[in-house]
C-alpha cells in the first residue's frame, strides 16, 4: 500500500510540473499554443485520411466505399489546410461561436419580452443577461484571436495554479512515506 501512495505522489510531482510548464506557457505565447493545437488536429485528420486510403486499396471497391475515399480526401484537404493556415481556422471557429452566441442573445431578448407580455414576471435580469451575451458574441466576431489569446491565458493560468497545487501536495504530504 505504502509504495501506491509513493507512486502517485510521484505521479503527482509529474503531472504537476506538466501542469506548470504548460500553463507558462499559454500565458506567455497562446498564440502559438492556438497555431499549435490547431496545427496538431490538421496533422491527426492528414494521417487518418493516409490510413483509410490504405485501407481503400487493399478493399474491394464498392460504391459506398467510393463516397468514403472522397470524403476522406476532403478531410485530407481541410487537414492540410489547417497545418498551413491555422490562423485562419481559428478566426472562422471563433467567429461562428461569436455568432452562435449573438443568436442566442437575440433569443434571450425576445424570450424576456414575451415574459412581460405574457406572464408578467421580473424580465429585466433576463434581458440585461441576454444582452452580456449579445456583446461577447459581438467582441468574439470582431476580434476572434485576441479573445482566442485570452481563452489560453485564462487555461494556461488555471493549469499552472493546478500544477503548483500538485507540486506542493507532493511536498506537503512527504510525512506519509
Same mark, same amino acid.
Given at each position: 500500500?505504502?509504495?501506491?501512495?509513493?507512486?502517485?505522489?510521484?505521479?503527482?510531482?509529474? /503531472? =504537476? &510540473?506538466? !501542469?506548470?510548464?504548460?500553463?507558462?506557457?499559454?500565458? *506567455?505565447?497562446?498564440?502559438? $499554443?492556438?497555431?499549435? %493545437? +490547431?496545427?496538431?488536429?490538421?496533422?491527426?485528420?492528414?494521417?487518418?485520411?493516409?490510413?483509410?486510403?490504405?485501407?481503400?486499396?487493399?478493399?474491394?471497391?464498392?460504391?459506398?466505399?467510393? /463516397? =468514403? &475515399?472522397? !470524403?476522406?480526401?476532403?478531410?485530407?484537404?481541410?487537414? *492540410?489546410?489547417?497545418?498551413? $493556415?491555422?490562423?485562419? %481556422? +481559428?478566426?472562422?471557429?471563433?467567429?461562428?461561436?461569436?455568432?452562435?452566441?449573438?443568436?442566442?442573445?437575440?433569443?434571450?431578448?425576445?424570450?424576456?419580452?414575451?415574459?412581460?407580455?405574457?406572464? =408578467? &414576471?421580473?424580465?429585466?435580469?433576463?434581458?440585461?443577461?441576454?444582452? *452580456?451575451?449579445?456583446?461577447?458574441?459581438?467582441?468574439? %466576431?470582431?476580434?476572434?484571436?485576441?479573445?482566442?489569446?485570452?481563452?489560453?491565458?485564462?487555461?494556461?493560468?488555471?493549469?499552472?495554479?493546478?500544477?503548483?497545487?500538485?507540486?506542493?501536495?507532493?511536498?506537503?504530504?512527504?510525512?506519509?512515506?
Amino acid at each position: 500500500m505504502k509504495e501506491k501512495v509513493i507512486g502517485i505522489l510521484r505521479n503527482k510531482l509529474v /503531472i =504537476g &510540473l506538466a !501542469f506548470l510548464l504548460l500553463g507558462i506557457g499559454l500565458v *506567455i505565447v497562446p498564440e502559438a $499554443y492556438i497555431k499549435a %493545437v +490547431v496545427r496538431i488536429m490538421g496533422a491527426v485528420l492528414v494521417v487518418t485520411a493516409v490510413f483509410r486510403v490504405i485501407l481503400f486499396i487493399k478493399s474491394e471497391k464498392k460504391t459506398a466505399d467510393i /463516397i =468514403g &475515399l472522397i !470524403f476522406t480526401v476532403i478531410f485530407a484537404l481541410f487537414g *492540410i489546410f489547417m497545418i498551413v $493556415y491555422p490562423s485562419l %481556422v +481559428v478566426r472562422f471557429i471563433y467567429v461562428v461561436f461569436g455568432l452562435l452566441l449573438v443568436t442566442d442573445g437575440i433569443g434571450g431578448l425576445v424570450y424576456s419580452v414575451n415574459m412581460l407580455r405574457k406572464v =408578467g &414576471l421580473p424580465w429585466i435580469p433576463f434581458a440585461v443577461i441576454s444582452l *452580456i451575451v449579445i456583446a461577447m458574441g459581438i467582441i468574439i %466576431v470582431l476580434n476572434p484571436f485576441e479573445t482566442a489569446e485570452w481563452l489560453y491565458r485564462f487555461i494556461g493560468i488555471s493549469m499552472a495554479v493546478s500544477g503548483i497545487c500538485d507540486i506542493v501536495a507532493f511536498f506537503t504530504k512527504k510525512s506519509f512515506r
